[in-house]
C-alpha cells in the first residue's frame, strides 16, 4: 500500500483510499489533523451530530528509528470545548500506522445504532461487528482483541465512556503490553468516535512497507545530535529524573513551589503530596511487582513509562502519569496511591481521561455529592459510570457539566476543559497557555513548566505576570510544531537547553521529507499550526473573551504565596497576535 | 417613601435606599433592569458567583389604573445563558411594588449559606430568617407567609430548584388567589437570586403611596383611547380569544399551521393536540370547578388567565398557558391535560420556567431516560427534583444540559435556553427571534406570531424566509418598549391594528412621565433597550455565531410541510444592524 489518507464511513459502509494532498506531504500529526477538521467540518457543527469528522495522523518521524518519536494525534470538532482539538498520545499504534503508510485515517457519518471494529492490514482494511466487545471494559477487551487477532496488532478504541457520547471519552490506545493505557484523553474524542459507530480500530503491521527517509544521510545525522542530547540531558536521560521516577516526580517539585492544587485548587502545598511523590512511586513500583522504568512506544530514549500494579503484580494499569496522580490524588484530597491506583485503572478501563475525571470528581466533592478524601467514595461514582446511571452520565461529561448541574462556582474549566496539575495563580505562564490555547486548558499546549520551575531554556519567576505572555506564546508555537513531527514533547528539555539538539531534531524531519528544515522552519510549522486552530475557533464563535481564566483564580488567593493570577487581558490578547 | 431604588447585601447585611438617578427616572421595567445590570454586573462574572447581582423592576405604567399594565422584569447575568437576562411577569406584586415607590430593587453578595426573607412595607424594610420556608413546595410556603403576614401581601421566591442553584430556577410571584403561579421563568433568576442568599421579598402594600401621574389629563386621555382599543379587539376583548380559551387557544391554531412541536420537535401537527386545546380545556376547568376567565393582576382587560385545578376544585395550580401545556404535553408526547396540570403544579411548586422544564423531559425522552408519551415518567422525574437527587440536579439545569449529559444530538436550544411552542421550520419570524435575541430563545422577545400566524398588524407567510429579519427585528424592538412600559406583551394585538390604540398607550406613558411621549419614543426605547443588551452580551463573548438555530433544524425537515429554517445567515445578522 502507498502512502494514503484511509477515509471510513460506517453509515454509508464505505472504506476507500485516497491520495494525500500536496500541501499535507509533508506535514505529519497535529499539523495534518488541524488541517483536515479545519478543511472538512464545518466549523458550527454540532459535535456529535452528523457533519463532525475523527482524523487520526502520526507525527512526520513517526515509524522511524528517530527516537521518542512514537506519537500521533487525533482532532475533530470536540464535545467538551467546542472548539477545534488536537489530542496527542504515544503509543505503538502511531508507529505501526506510519510505517501501513496511512498519512491519516477520517472516520465520518452517523449511524443509527451498533458498532463496528475497522481491521486495517497491508492487504485490506474491513469493518467488522464490535457488540461483543462492546459495554465491557477496556481492559478485557485488549485481551479479547489479542486473542482474535494477535499478541502484535494495536488498538485504537473508544470506551463505555464513548458509548455513553459523554464529553470526558478518550481515545484508548494500546502500550506495548498491550494494556489499555495510552491515551489521547482529552475533549471527548472517544465520543466523536463512537458516535462514529465506529468502537474499535485494530492495525496488523505485519509486512507492512514502512516509512520512507527521502535523504537518509540527513536523518541519521540529525538523529545522531538528537540522541545525544537525549541522553545527556539531566531531565531525559538514562536513569535520569523521568526515567528513575516518571512524570510523577513533578509531585514533590510542584508542592514544593506552591503550585501543585490541592481540594479542587484550594491550596498550592499541602505535607501530604509527598505520600504521592514519584520518589515513594518508584519505590512502590518495586515492592508491589510491578515495571519502571518503561516505555510507551518502541525506540523511545526518556522511558518516563512504567506499569502500575497491585501487590504481586495482579491488575496491571499501566502508568500513572503525574497529572493523573495529581488529578484523582491530591485534587480530590486523596492522598493514597493505591486508591489513585485503582482510580486510574478504572478511566483507563472505561475510556476516560484522568485529569478530567479528576477535576470531575473534585467539582463533585466541592458541591457536596461527596467529601473531599473519599477515595472509596470515588470509587463509587467509577461503578456509576461503568453502570451508566443517570448520575454516571452527569460524571463522564467533565467538571463543567458536574459543576452547573450542582451549581458550583469555584469550577477550574477553561473552555469547558478542566486546568492540569499546576495552579496558575502560581505558575502563571503555564496559568497563560491554559487561558490563550485553543485546546481548552491543557498543559501540553505551551508547557511554560519547563522553564518557571524546572529552569530549562532559562529562567522565568513563575510568581511575576510581567514576562508570561511571551514565554507562553513561544512554548505554544514550539508545541505546534512538536505535536505535528511525532516528537515527544520531553525531547523539550533537551532541545532547548542545546541547539545542537534541536539542529539535530529539524535534520531527522528533513531527512524525512527530503528537503532542508531548519530550526525556523519549525517555528514556521508551529505558526501555521496555531493559526488554523484559531480561525476554526473564531468561525465556531470564540473571541478573545474565551481566553480566560475562571473568575475565581482572579479573585481568591492561592496559599501558600496568597497569589491571585494577574496576567493582564491586554496581555492574553497579545498571544495570538502576530 | 418616596422613590427610590432598594439595594439589599445579605452578606454584608445591609438594606439601604438610593435615588433613582437621572437616567433611569423615565424608565421602567426592562429598561431598568438591563441598565443597571449592564452597570453594575461585570459581563464576565461567574453568573453563580459573587458579582452577579439580581434587578427587580416595575414598569412605567405599572400601579397606575392603565389597563393590563401589571407587568414587572426581573434581570441578572443569566446562569442558563450566561447573556444578559430580562424575565417579564404579571403578578400584583408588580403593582405593589410600584406603589412602593421602588423603582428597583438590587439584590447582591454572596452570604455562605442560609437563606433571608426580605421584608418590605411602606414603613421600612428588613431582613428575616427564612429557613423555616426553605426546602419545602412553595404552594405550601405562600400559605405560610399569607398565614403570617396576612392575605394581602405580594410574593417573590426561589424555589427548591433555585436553592439547589439550578439553571432551571424561575422567579415565582404570587396571582391574584395568592398561588405560586405566576413567573419570571426563564433564564435561571431563582438561581440568582437564591445564590445571594434570599429566598422570598414580601411586599406589604398597606399604606403605599401609589404612582405618581404627572399629567394626569394625558394619561387619562391615553387610557381612553388604549382601553376602547382593547375592547374592541377579537382578540383581547371581553368574550373574545384570550378571555374564552386563554393563551391555550393556540394549541389548535399552531397545530393546524403545522407548527405545534410535538415530540421534541419531530412533527408540526398531530392528531391528538385537540385533546390539550385550549378550547378542551376551558371545557373541563368548568366540569373540574376552577375559574375561567381570571387575570394575573388587577386591572386587566383581556383576562386571559385562570385557575386550574383538580376535581372539584381542589389543588389549585393557576394557569396553564399555552406554552406550558404545549412544552409538557405535545413536546413529550404527553396528551392528557390532567396529568400536563400536575406536571405544571409541579413546575410551579419546585420554582422551574415549565418552557425549559418541558424541553428537558423531551430531551431527556429522545436520550432515552424515558419513553415519550410516559406522564407517569414524567411525574417521577419531578420528584427526582424535589428530592434534590443527582438526577433531579440534572434535570433542575435545563434541556442543554440533559442533552449533554445524554450525549442526545437533537437539543431544542439557542443560547442554551429552550425553543417555545413554535417550531422555527413552520414559523420562520419566531425562529428567526430565536435565533437573534440577546435572550437566548424567546418567543415574547419579538413576537412574530402575531402576524405570522394571527395576521395581527399585517400579513406574513410563515413559511417564507424572505421578510423574516425585518418583521422579527420590528417586533424585537416593540418587546424592548412594551417590556419596559409594564404594559402586558397581548396588548399589542390591538395596538398594531389599530393606530389609535397605539398612540393612546404612548399618551399613557407622557402621562406618568409628564412629557409628551409619541410612538416614535416607543421605538426609540426599544432600540436603546436592545442595544444596551447587545452590547452586555458582545461584551461576555457573545458573537454572531451565537445568533443561530440549533444545527438539527437546518439539516432535518419538519412533517406536514417537510421545511428546514432556511432564513439566511446574512439576514439573521442583519438584525442587529442600525
Known amino acids: 500500500m502507498a502512502e494514503g489518507i484511509l477515509r471510513v464511513n460506517i453509515e454509508k459502509g464505505e472504506i476507500s483510499y485516497e491520495d494525500v494532498p500536496e500541501d499535507l506531504q509533508k506535514l505529519g500529526g497535529r499539523a495534518v489533523t488541524s488541517s483536515i477538521v479545519a478543511d472538512e467540518v464545518p466549523s458550527n457543527c454540532h459535535p456529535l451530530g452528523p457533519n463532525n469528522k475523527l482524523v487520526l495522523a502520526p ?12 506519537r500521533m494525534s487525533a482532532g475533530a470538532k470536540s464535545p467538551l470545548t467546542g472548539g477545534i482539538k488536537e489530542s496527542n498520545v ?25 458498532y463496528k471494529l475497522l481491521h486495517i492490514s497491508q492487504e485490506d482494511a474491513k469493518f467488522l461487528d ?3 466487545l462492546s459495554n465491557i471494559g477496556l481492559y478485557e477487551a485488549y485481551e479479547k482483541i489479542h486473542d482474535e487477532f494477535g499478541d502484535k496488532v494495536d488498538i485504537c478504541s473508544a470506551g463505555i465512556a464513548g458509548e455513553m457520547k459523554a464529553s470526558n471519552a478518550g481515545l484508548c490506545f494500546n502500550d506495548i503490553d498491550g ?63 523521568l526515567s528513575s521516577f516518571g512524570t510523577n516526580v ?16 484550594s491550596a498550592g502545598s499541602d505535607e501530604n503530596a509527598e505520600k504521592v511523590s514519584g520518589e515513594k512511586k518508584a519505590d512502590m513500583i518495586k515492592e508491589l511487582g510491578g515495571v519502571r522504568p518503561h516505555v510507551c512506544s518502541p525506540g523511545c530514549i526518556i522511558q518516563c513509562s512504567e506499569v502500575w500494579t497491585k501487590k504481586g503484580g495482579k491488575d496491571p494499569v499501566g502508568v500513572l502519569e503525574y497529572e493523573s496522580v495529581w488529578a484523582l490524588g491530591p485534587n480530590c484530597g486523596i492522598y493514597d496511591l493505591k486508591i489513585i491506583g485503582e482510580l486510574n485503572r478504572a478511566c483507563n478501563d472505561l475510556g476516560l481521561d484522568t485529569i478530567e475525571m479528576g477535576n470531575t470528581i473534585a467539582v463533585a466533592m466541592e458541591g457536596g455529592m461527596l467529601e473531599f478524601g473519599d477515595g472509596k467514595g470515588a470509587l463509587k461514582l467509577m461503578d456509576e459510570i461503568r453502570k451508566k446511571t443517570h448520575t454516571g452520565r452527569l460524571l463522564a461529561n467533565g467538571a463543567d457539566l458536574v459543576g452547573k448541574a450542582l451549581g458550583v462556582y469555584r469550577v477550574p474549566t477553561v473552555k469547558g476543559q478542566s486546568i492540569p496539575a499546576y495552579d496558575p495563580r502560581a505558575v502563571k505562564g503555564i496559568g497563560t497557555t491554559y487561558a490563550t490555547t485553543t485546546m481548552g486548558a491543557d498543559h501540553t499546549a505551551g508547557y511554560t513548566v519547563a522553564t518557571e520551575i524546572l529552569s530549562v531554556g532559562g529562567e522565568s519567576d513563575p510568581l511575576d505576570p510581567s514576562d508570561k505572555a511571551e514565554l507562553s506564546k513561544n512554548f505554544q508555537i514550539h508545541a505546534g510544531f512538536i505535536d505535528s513531527s511525532g516528537y515527544c514533547l520531553f525531547t523539550t528539555f533537551a532541545t532547548l537547553d542545546d541547539p545542537e539538539t534541536m539542529e539535530g531534531m529539524a535534520e531527522t524531519i528533513g531527512g524525512v521529507i527530503g528537503e532542508e528544515f531548519t530550526v525556523e522552519d519549525m517555528e514556521k510549522m508551529g505558526k501555521q499550526v496555531l493559526a488554523i486552530e484559531r480561525k ?17 483564580m482572579r479573585e481568591e488567593p492561592l496559599p501558600p504565596h496568597n497569589e491571585v493570577y494577574d496576567v493582564s487581558d491586554e496581555e492574553l490578547d497579545m498571544i495570538h497576535e502576530d
Open 59 to 70: 507525527g512526520i518521524v513517526t515509524g522511524t528509528s528517530a527516537p521518542s518519536s512514537g
Open 90 to 114: 504515544g503509543s505503538r499504534f502511531a508507529q505501526t500506522m506510519a510505517k501501513l503508510g496511512l498519512k491519516a485515517i477520517i472516520v465520518e457519518g452517523m449511524p443509527e445504532d451498533g
Open 130 to 132: 464490535a457488540s461483543k
Open 179 to 241: 494494556l489499555s493505557s495510552r491515551y489521547a484523553g482529552r475533549g471527548g474524542l472517544g465520543a466523536v468516535m463512537a458516535s462514529r459507530g465506529l468502537k474499535f480500530i485494530v492495525l496488523d503491521g505485519k509486512g507492512a512497507s514502512g516509512v520512507e527517509i527521502k535523504d537518509k544521510e540527513m536523518f541519521e545525522r540529525g538523529k545522531k545530535k538528537l540522541v545525544k542530547g537525549l541522553k545527556e540531558h539531566d531531565v531525559t536521560k538514562p536513569g535520569g529524573a
Open 250 to 265: 513533578l509531585i514533590n517539585i510542584l508542592d514544593e513551589s506552591g503550585g501543585l492544587p490541592h481540594r479542587n485548587f
Open 536 to 552: 476554526f475557533n473564531k468561525e465556531a464563535g470564540f473571541t478573545d473573551k474565551d481566553d480566560r481564566l475562571p473568575e475565581f
